[in-house]
């Protein structure tokens, strides 16, 4: 499995981006996850999602602002980043992970600047 995470970019305070994570094989039965890391501090849990899109979770720090979801057809886990602020900007990685297997996935990472 291989993940490519994409849609991060500059923006302003208040401003938004939506980053896009596709998956190559299948990926399915994954739970996704994005997690971040921001300079100097350690990588982050933002928000997951289960396999079947029915349930999420987020960090206290986002949640009402980011909205992660899923679409299985396209193999890619969204999450839409609202009303973004200067402490959000971090590198942002997609995760997936299931239970059977050893270790979970991760992608590259996509760079997110929020700035005041």
């Known amino acids: 499995v291989q993940l490519q995470a994409s849609g991060g970019g500059l923006v302003q305070a ?20 994005w997690f971040r890391q921001a300079p100097g501090k350690e990588r982050e849990f933002v928000s997951v999602i289960s396999s079947s ?42 995760y997936a992970a299931l239970s059977t297997e050893l ?3 991760w992608g590259q990472g996509t760079q997110v600047t929020v700035s005041s």
Do not use: H, W
């Not at 208040?14 to 996850?33: I, N, Q, V």
């Open 103 to 105: 270790a979970p996935y």
């Open 14 to 33: 208040g401003g938004s981006l939506r980053l896009s994570c596709a998956a190559s094989g299948r990926t399915f039965s994954y739970t996704k996850a």
């Open 53 to 94: 899109g029915s349930r999420t979770y987020y960090a206290d720090s986002v949640k009402g602002r980011f909205t992660i979801s899923r679409d299985g057809a396209e193999n890619t886990v969204s999450l839409q980043m609202n009303s973004l602020r200067p402490e959000d900007t971090a590198i942002y990685y997609c």
